[in-house]
C-alpha cells in the first residue's frame, strides 16, 4: 500500500522539527484494542458512507484550538488552512467516528480536493505512544465536514493527521498535513516501543527492512516480502502502488511518508519494493507497511533507527 510518489514540497514540510509541547504528548500512552494479529497495532479501518448535511457538526461548532509549530505534520494551521474537530474526545473502546473539517484561507470549509493517490483525504490516527495505529479514507458531506470510521481506539492521547491537497485556491496543488489531539477517556497503559529491528512478521508474511538512513538525508529503503521462506510475488496494487508506508517520530509523533520507487505491473508486486526515505530527525521512528494480497490489507510494523 504504498502510494505515488509525493511532491518536494510536501517533504521539504515534513523535515522541519516539531516542538516541546508535543512531547508532552507521551505522557498519556495507549495501545492497541482492534482485533489485529499485531500487539499494540490497529489495521486500518474502512470508512463509511459519507453523512448527510443535515447530520454533519457546523463550522461554528467545531471546537478547541490545538497550534502547533509548522513541519512535520504537528501543526492545525498552515497558510491559512486550518483543522478543526468538533470533539476533544472519543469513545472508549468503541468503534467511532472522527469527524473534521479544513477552512480555507477565507475561513470557510474547503470542500475541493484534487485526488491523491486514489483518495481525496488520506486520513491517520496514531497513539501517543506510537502502538495504536489507523490508516482510513473518511467521507465528506455537502458542507465539508469529513467522517472518519475509527476502529476502537484503546485510552490514551491520539493524534490526528489530515493529508490532503487542495484543488483550488491559491494553494491549489500544494500538499498539506495538519493535525489534532483526542483523548480517549480511562487508564492508558503504556506500551513501550519495540527496539529496533529489521524485521517483522504479520498475517504470516515475513517483511525484512534494509537500508540505515541518516537525519536529513535522502536514503534508498529495500523491503522484502516473504512467506514460509519463499518470495512473495503477487502483492496487488493499492492506492496506485504496492505499498504504503508511513512513520512517526518516537517522543513527538513526528510524520512522514516514505515515497515508492517500485513501478505497478498487475498483482505481481514483491518480493522487493524500493523506497525513497527521508526521515528528517535523528532516533527511532515507527514504521508503518501496509500491502495487499488477495484482496486483504496488511499491516506490518518495526521500529527503525536513524542515525
Not at 294 to 302: Q, R, V
Request: aromatic share 8%.
Amino acid at each position: 500500500m504504498f502510494v505515488s510518489s509525493r511532491s518536494t514540497l510536501r517533504r521539504r514540510a515534513l523535515a522541519a522539527a516539531g516542538t516541546a509541547a508535543a512531547l508532552a504528548l507521551t505522557l498519556a500512552a495507549c495501545g492497541s484494542s482492534g482485533d489485529s494479529s499485531m500487539p499494540g497495532m490497529d489495521h486500518g479501518a474502512k470508512s463509511s458512507a459519507s453523512a448527510s448535511a443535515s447530520a454533519s457538526p457546523s463550522m461554528g461548532d467545531m471546537t478547541g484550538m490545538d497550534h502547533m509549530a509548522a513541519g512535520n505534520g504537528l501543526s492545525d494551521t498552515q497558510d491559512g488552512y486550518r483543522l478543526t474537530n468538533r470533539d476533544a474526545s472519543l469513545p472508549t473502546d468503541k468503534q467511532s467516528a472522527y469527524r473534521f473539517a479544513v477552512t480555507g484561507p477565507d475561513g470557510k470549509p474547503v470542500t475541493d480536493f484534487a485526488l491523491d493517490q486514489t483518495k481525496r483525504m488520506h486520513f491517520y490516527a496514531i497513539c501517543s505512544d506510537l502502538t495504536g495505529f489507523q490508516h482510513v479514507h473518511p467521507t465528506m458531506a455537502a458542507d465539508g465536514t469529513w467522517s472518519a470510521d475509527l476502529a476502537s481506539p484503546a485510552p490514551g492521547s491520539w493524534r490526528m493527521f489530515a493529508s490532503f491537497t487542495p484543488d483550488s485556491g491559491s494553494s491549489k496543488g500544494k500538499d498539506f498535513v495538519l493535525s489534532r489531539t483526542v483523548t480517549v477517556p480511562g487508564k492508558a497503559a503504556k506500551t513501550p516501543l519495540p527496539a529496533a529491528a529489521d524485521s517483522t512478521e504479520v498475517d504470516g508474511y515475513d517483511v525484512t527492512v534494509k537500508g540505515k538512513p541518516m537525519a536529513g538525508m535522502a536514503h534508498p529503503l529495500t523491503v522484502t516480502v516473504t512467506k514460509d521462506g519463499k518470495p512473495v510475488t503477487d502483492l496487488q496494487p493499492y492506492l496506485d502502488t504496492y505499498a504504503h508506508l508511513t512513520a512517526f517520530h518516537e517522543g513527538d509523533q513526528a510524520f512522514a511518508h516514505l515515497h515508492p520507487t517500485t513501478k505497478v505491473n498487475g498483482d505481481h508486486g514483491g518480493p522487493e519494493l524500493s523506497f525513497h526515505a527521508e526521515l528528517p530527525t535523528a532516533g527511532n521512528w515507527r514504521l508503518f507497511l501496509q500491502f495487499q494480497t488477495a484482496g486483504k490489507l496488511h499491516t506490518a510494523a518495526l521500529t527503525l533507527n536513524v542515525g
